[in-house]
C-alpha cells in the first residue's frame, strides 16, 4: 500500500516519480523551510507532467511557465480566455457563462470563460515572471483563491466567488472611496464529483505555511494566493507610533493595512505584489483588529 | 559555437511538439564572424559584443545598456518614414562598429535567442523583439497585410525581416518569458495569441482568424494567429493580450 504523500499537495502519490504525478513537485529535494515555518514551493520542474483523468499537463518553461495540455475525448479545461496561448485546430473551443457578469466587469474580474473540450493540445500562460502551482483537489474538497491568480482547472472542479468582506473607506463627500486590499471577491474551487486538478500563477516566489488551531498571522493582503477555506480572514490595521519629523500629521494617519489569517489550515503567499496605497485617514471599514503602538 | 546553447543538456520538447529555446548559461561566450558574444544574467539577460575591427551590429538605440567610448555609432535609414508616424518604430537604426565592447538588454524578463542565419534565409520577426543583428544580415520589414490582420492581430502593423544574401549572420532577439519553437510541416496550421507571437520563417503564413467566442459583455470574436507551414514558429510565454489589454 502506498503511503507517500507529497509535501506540497498533501496527496498521495509516487515516490518512484521524479516529480509529484498529481502537483509536479520534485520528490527528491529537500523541503526548504525558513526558521518561521515558510516552506518555499518548489518550482515544477520543466517539462514534467502532471495527470488528471485520462488527460494530462506538462509544463514547459521557468521564467514565465506554460501549461501545456493534451486534453482526451471527453475532458476539459476552463480558463480566462486572456491566458490562452496558442491551441490545436481540433480542440474545441467554447464559452462557459457565469453569473454575476456585470459585477463581475465592475470589480476588474474576467466575466467570461472559455472551455476546451478534448481531443486536442492547448497552452496556457500568465504574463508575469513567476510560478504555475498545481493544486489536486480530493472528492469534495474546496479551496480559496485570490483574484487573478486562477489559471485554469479540469472541468469537474466547480467555481464560485464571493465576497471577501475585507474593505475600508477613505475620504468624505465626492472623495469618498472604498478600498479592497485583496480584491473585492475570492474565488472558490471545489472538486464535485471526483478528484480535480486547479493550477494557478503567482507572481514571483510562493511560500506555503500550515496554521495551527487557533495560530494567526499578519500578511500583506495582495500576497496572498490561496487557502484552505477552514482558514478566517480579517483587516487589520497597525498604527506606528509617531515619531521624528513627521509630529504635525494626525497620528492616526499612518498605518499599515494587513490581513490577518487564522487558523486552522494551509495558507500561501507570493514575493511579488502590490502595496496598499495612499496614507488618507480610513473613516470606515470591515471587521478589523487594531494595534497601536 | 555559433549560437551559446549549452550542448550537455537533452532538447526541451513537449509532447506537441514544441522545443524549449535552449537557455543560455550565464557568461557563456559565443564567436560570430571575427567577434564575440558573451551573454550575462539570466533574469533579464544582457549581451555584451567584443567587435572586431571588421565587424559592425545594428539595433534600436533605446536597447543599449553601455559601450566604450571608443565604439562608433552612425545610424542607418531604413526604408519608411511612413513606419515612425503610423507604426510607431524607429526608422533609424544605430550601427556600432569595432573595435571595442558594447552590450545590449531590453527591459523585461525572458531569454535571448540567438538565431545565426545562414546565407539565403529569411526571418520575420516581431516589432520590438530584435535586440541585434550583425551587419552582414539585411533589415527590412514588411506591413502586415489585411485590415483584419492589422486591427485583430495584435502583432502591429509591421514585421521586421532580416535576410542573409551570399554571407552568414547573427539576429538574437528577446522573447519574454519563455521561448518555444515549433517546425511546422506544409499545410500544417495552429493557432496563436497574437501578442504570443514572437518569430516565423518567412515561409509560414500568418492570419488572423476570429473564433466564434464572446470576450466580454458586449464583445464579441476572438482573434488567434493562424500560422501555416512549411516553417519554424517561436512563441513567446509573456506578453501583452491584444484583446483584454492584461
Not at chain 1, 492616526?252 to 489569517?261: A, F, V
Not at chain 2, 556600432?96 to 520575420?124: K, N, Q, T, W, Y
Request: charged share 20%.
Amino acid at each position: 500500500m502506498n503511503t507517500y504523500v507529497c509535501k506540497y499537495c498533501r496527496q498521495p502519490s509516487d515516490p518512484s516519480q521524479p516529480t509529484c504525478p498529481l502537483c509536479g513537485a520534485p520528490v527528491d529535494i529537500r523541503e526548504s523551510v525558513s526558521d518561521s515555518g515558510w516552506i518555499k514551493q518548489p518550482p515544477i520542474k520543466d517539462m514534467a507532467k502532471l495527470q488528471f483523468g485520462q488527460s494530462h499537463c506538462q509544463i514547459a518553461g521557468t521564467t514565465v511557465p506554460a501549461a501545456e495540455f493534451n486534453l482526451a475525448h471527453g475532458e476539459m479545461v476552463y480558463f480566462s480566455h486572456h491566458v490562452l496561448l496558442w491551441a490545436d485546430p481540433a480542440t474545441r473551443l467554447q464559452n462557459m457563462s457565469l453569473r454575476g457578469g456585470w459585477k463581475r466587469m465592475m470589480a476588474g474580474l474576467p466575466m467570461i470563460m472559455l472551455e476546451a473540450h478534448g481531443p486536442g493540445h492547448i497552452a496556457l500562460s500568465d504574463n508575469h515572471a513567476g510560478e504555475v502551482i498545481a493544486l489536486p483537489l480530493q472528492h469534495g474538497q474546496s479551496i480559496w483563491v485570490k483574484e487573478h491568480r486562477f489559471l485554469t482547472a479540469t472541468g469537474n472542479v466547480r467555481y464560485d466567488w464571493n465576497s471577501n468582506d475585507v474593505w475600508y473607506v477613505t475620504g468624505t463627500g465626492d472623495d469618498r472611496e472604498t478600498h479592497y486590499p485583496m480584491g473585492q471577491f475570492g474565488d472558490t474551487f471545489t472538486a464535485a464529483d471526483r478528484p480535480g486538478l486547479l493550477l494557478l500563477h503567482a507572481p514571483g516566489d510562493a511560500f506555503v505555511r500550515d496554521l495551527r488551531q487557533g495560530e494567526s498571522l499578519l500578511v500583506q493582503p495582495a500576497s496572498l494566493i490561496y487557502r484552505d477555506v477552514s482558514v478566517r480572514v480579517h483587516l487589520h490595521l497597525e498604527y506606528p507610533r509617531n515619531m521624528g519629523f513627521s509630529f504635525w500629521r494626525s497620528n492616526w494617519d499612518y498605518r499599515n493595512i494587513l490581513i490577518r489569517l487564522v487558523g486552522p489550515g494551509r495558507v500561501a503567499v507570493n514575493s511579488i505584489f502590490e502595496r496598499p496605497e495612499g496614507m488618507e485617514s480610513i473613516s470606515n471599514h470591515s471587521y478589523a483588529t487594531r494595534r497601536r503602538w | 559555437m555559433t549560437c551559446g546553447a549549452p550542448l550537455d543538456v537533452r532538447d526541451k520538447v513537449s509532447d506537441s511538439g514544441w522545443r524549449e529555446a535552449p537557455r543560455l548559461r550565464d557568461m557563456t561566450e559565443f564567436r560570430f564572424s571575427a567577434s564575440t558574444c558573451q551573454v550575462e544574467g539570466e533574469l533579464v539577460p544582457v549581451a555584451e559584443i567584443a567587435l572586431d575591427p571588421r565587424d559592425g551590429v545594428y539595433f534600436e538605440h533605446h536597447i543599449l545598456l553601455w559601450k566604450d567610448e571608443s565604439v562608433p555609432l552612425t545610424s542607418m535609414q531604413t526604408n519608411g518614414p511612413r513606419r515612425t508616424v503610423m507604426g510607431g518604430m524607429p526608422h533609424i537604426v544605430t550601427v556600432a562598429s569595432g573595435p571595442g565592447r558594447i552590450a545590449f538588454s531590453r527591459d523585461a524578463p525572458g531569454e535571448l535567442v540567438v538565431l545565426p542565419l545562414h546565407p539565403g534565409m529569411e526571418l520575420d520577426v516581431r516589432e520590438h523583439a530584435f535586440l541585434l543583428a550583425s551587419h552582414s544580415i539585411n533589415y527590412s520589414f514588411v506591413r502586415i497585410k489585411g485590415l483584419v490582420n492589422l486591427l485583430h492581430g495584435g502583432s502591429g502593423m509591421f514585421m521586421d525581416r532580416f535576410v542573409t544574401q551570399q554571407y552568414p549572420g547573427l539576429l538574437m532577439l528577446h522573447g519574454n518569458g519563455n521561448v518555444l519553437e515549433r517546425t511546422l510541416r506544409p499545410g500544417e496550421k495552429i493557432l496563436v495569441e497574437p501578442g504570443g507571437f514572437l518569430y516565423k520563417d518567412s515561409t509560414v503564413t500568418m492570419q488572423a482568424v476570429q473564433m466564434p467566442l464572446k470576450t466580454g459583455l458586449f464583445s464579441r470574436g476572438l482573434y488567434l494567429a493562424e500560422m501555416t507551414g512549411p516553417g519554424r514558429v517561436g512563441i513567446q510565454s509573456m506578453y501583452h493580450h491584444h484583446g483584454s489589454g492584461e
